[in-house]
């Protein structure tokens, strides 16, 4: 039912739907590629065009997935902490993304509509001031691993990336800062792992229980590589600062037009 739903209500996507969709799809493949953010433009895109909520999250999470991976692709080789460690950390993440996703797969829409603008909102809080908050975390880097804290802390984050995911990289990264023994740059290699194994497994539940609008997701997803290609090339051009100022202004543009929709609907 839920598919046929989908399908159906794509029938009647617009022009000015589509021009929306792909144009925030091309955007946030550059925004990803400079300064990061790019499910602050494609989330609130397919709610603007009508698509449910959590279809719009499963959605937005099989778009972003595969940048994802090519990322954690070019860490393959830099494992900043023991192999032992760095599997606990993926499994548990993975696991914590299939526990967000069949949480999200259990909420109704009504409920999910919800809470969407308070995640928004503190997603877009954690984005805000995520140079403040690594750079404090890298000023406090732990001398050891404290691996009760990462192992349960990482699964609480793994949990919410499931369930919206916004925001968790900066998360992840003032985690492994301050709980273990590593940098700044082996810590974001750390965190595209992690978010990796959360991402493929609320993606692959999102797929099996048929919520991916399909007829929209691969369209965005070339636009979203196409957008990454070529932001990756206008590294030296475009600097990531004003990227980031710009998916900034978005997020939080958005965060309050969903806030606002939440509080008429």
Do not use: E
Request: aromatic content about 12%; overall charge positive; hydrophobic content about 55%.
């Amino acid at each position: 039912m839920v598919p046929a739903l989908a399908w159906k209500l794509l029938d009647s996507v617009s022009v000015f739907s589509w021009v929306i969709l792909l144009s925030a799809s091309a955007a946030a493949g550059v925004a990803n590629a400079l300064a990061g953010g790019g499910t602050f433009l494609l989330f609130p895109a397919l709610i603007f065009v009508g698509i449910d909520p959590i279809m719009a999250n499963a959605t937005s999470s099989v778009v972003t997935l595969p940048g994802g991976v090519v990322s954690a692709w070019v860490y393959r080789r830099d494992k900043p902490v023991t192999l032992r460690v760095f599997s606990t950390l993926v499994l548990v993440s993975a696991l914590g993304g299939i526990v967000g996703s069949q949480l999200l797969l259990h909420t109704s829409t009504a409920r999910f509509s919800r809470v969407v603008p308070y995640l928004m909102l503190g997603a877009a809080l954690v984005f805000t001031f995520s140079d403040q908050l690594r750079n404090f975390a890298a000023a406090h880097t732990s001398s050891r691993n404290h691996m009760g804290w990462l192992i349960g802390v990482t699964f609480l984050i793994a949990i919410y990336g499931g369930y919206f995911g916004a925001g968790m990289g900066v998360l992840m990264i003032v985690l492994f800062l301050i709980s273990a023994n590593i940098g700044v740059q082996q810590s974001a290699g750390l965190r595209m792992w992690c978010a990796t194994g959360i991402n493929t497994m609320a993606v692959t539940l999102f797929i099996l229980r048929g919520i991916v609008v399909w007829r929209v997701a691969i369209p965005m997803l070339a636009c979203t590589i196409a957008g990454g290609y070529w932001g990756a090339h206008a590294v030296r051009r475009l600097s990531p600062a004003t990227a980031r100022r710009t998916v900034l202004v978005f997020a939080w543009v958005m965060s309050f037009w969903l806030l606002i929709r939440s509080w008429r609907g």
